[in-house]
């Protein structure tokens, strides 16, 4: 009886523990997650790719002194992006449309020096 009780409590504990970290959407419609103690929304439109920055909040935040990169994995194809700040955003452009089911890796550095990775799915 005992053993049953113990496996039932890791049970519900492992499961509080992924509930936890929830993928939202973000104010553009965008999957969001946490990167460099920042929230970041991915946004894909055409060839360009923007990521936008949010604080805990979801106030967008200045990316003055941001930077970053992002591999865009597709159908085995690789492309790297450079990403460049613009007001709340870091951009890039891919050299060809961002086709559906894309996997995007972006690693990104905060003016503060905190640096982080994140994988999303356009």
Same mark, same amino acid.
């Given at each position: 009886? @005992? ?8 049970? /519900? %504990? ?11 959407? *973000? !104010? ?33 935040? !200045? ?7 992002? /591999? %865009? ?7 790297? %992006? ?9 951009? *890039?452009?891919? @050299?060809?449309?961002? !086709?559906? *089911? ?5 690693? %990104? @550095? ?5 640096? *982080?990775?994140? @994988?999303?799915?356009?």
């Amino acid at each position: 009886m @005992k053993k049953i009780l113990l496996v039932a409590s890791a049970v /519900l %504990l492992a499961g509080s523990a992924f509930a936890q970290h929830v993928h939202q959407n *973000g !104010p553009n419609g965008g999957a969001m997650e946490d990167v460099a103690g920042v929230h970041v929304e991915m946004v894909a439109t055409g060839r360009t790719i923007s990521f936008n920055v949010y604080d805990e909040s979801n106030k967008p935040i !200045p990316t003055k002194g941001f930077s970053g990169s992002a /591999l %865009l994995t597709s159908d085995g194809d690789r492309e790297t %992006l450079t990403l460049v700040a613009t007001d709340n955003a870091l951009k *890039g452009e891919a @050299k060809k449309d961002i !086709p559906k *089911g894309t996997a995007v890796s972006v690693t %990104l @550095k905060a003016a503060d020096g905190r640096s *982080g990775q994140a @994988k999303f799915k356009n």
